[in-house]
């Protein structure tokens, strides 16, 4: 017997106010947690856009260093440049990048979140809002009906049995049968979607912080991707350069031989070597 009249567990047994007080909290703080993760993408985006720029200034500033304090004075070329040429270069595909990954978390993630956090607390403030006219309504018609059941038995003790009794004993009645089909609607439908409404609503903003997470992550594996293919590159053109280099400078001794040698073997135990020509890696 206790099989057949056991039901599931429906939204109806939520209609507890400590329960939806419960839900309600729970929403509010997943869309706060979805605020910080907006901030921390936001603040990030500032810190790339930021160094990028520094960045790009430090390459500007050296570079004219380069030609005024080393250059100027004595018009030297060869490997060491195109290598100090390489590593500015490398710092400018890296400023790009990391401007790149700024305006992609300031555009699409932190547009996403920002929209998804509005959206989202307009929609608990809604249905915060609606439960509460729903709950205040049923108040005031069950305070009604109150009102009517005393009337009426006053009326019955001052009275007796007349025709004031039946009138307020019709009234009576149709707003308590009014009043019970309002709470079983508002109980067994309204209310329920209400709840469902709720609860979609945190899922869906659960599922816009996890996927704007793992946006945050692949925005930052790219970043890193961007950068691998341009390091080869220069390598090689720095090995092209090296080799030219010794075929025009054979007779070059001391100090500079010494360096290039030392930054070989450097390169070459750092496993970014596959060759005896110097790379930068």
């Known amino acids: 017997m206790a099989n057949a009249t056991r039901r599931r567990l429906s939204f109806v047994d939520l209609a507890h106010p400590q329960v939806w ?5 729970y ?11 907006t901030d921390f993408n936001n603040q990030w985006a500032k810190i790339c856009l930021l160094t990028s720029s520094q960045l790009q200034q430090l390459v500007i500033d050296f570079r004219r260093k380069t030609e005024s304090e080393i250059r100027g004075k004595c018009h030297l070329g060869g490997m060491m440049y195109d290598l100090w040429e390489s590593l500015l270069l490398e710092s400018e595909i890296e400023s ?26 307009l929609q608990l403030t809604l249905n915060k809002e609606y439960r509460h006219d729903l709950d205040e309504i ?8 109150q009102e009517l059941q005393e009337e009426y038995s006053k009326i019955f003790n001052n009275q007796g049995v007349t025709s004031d009794i039946d009138l307020a004993h019709n009234e009576y009645v149709l707003e308590l049968a009014g009043v019970n089909g309002l709470y079983s609607k508002y109980q067994y439908n309204i209310l329920p979607e ?27 594996q790219e970043h890193q991707d961007l950068l691998k293919p341009h390091r ?11 080799d030219a280099h010794k075929r025009n400078s054979k007779n070059i001794k ?3 031989h010494d360096a290039f040698r030392a930054l070989k ?9 596959e060759n005896e020509n110097l790379s930068v890696s």
């Open 21 to 25: 007080h419960k839900l309600v909290e």
């Open 27 to 37: 929403t509010e703080v997943t869309i706060a947690f979805a605020k910080l993760i």
């Open 96 to 121: 790009q990048s990391l401007k790149k990954v700024a305006c992609i978390m300031e555009k699409e993630i932190c547009g996403q979140l920002t929209n998804c956090v509005m959206n989202k607390t």
């Open 138 to 145: 049923l108040e005031k018609s069950h305070e009604y009906v």
């Open 194 to 220: 209400l709840l469902q409404s709720m609860e979609q609503s945190q899922l869906e903003t659960i599922d816009a912080i996890c996927q704007n997470i793992q946006l945050i992550a692949s925005v930052l």
């Open 232 to 242: 080869p590159s220069m390598s090689s053109n720095a090995d092209n350069e090296h």
């Open 254 to 256: 001391g100090l500079w």
């Open 265 to 273: 073997t450097s390169t070459t135990a750092s496993g970014s070597g």
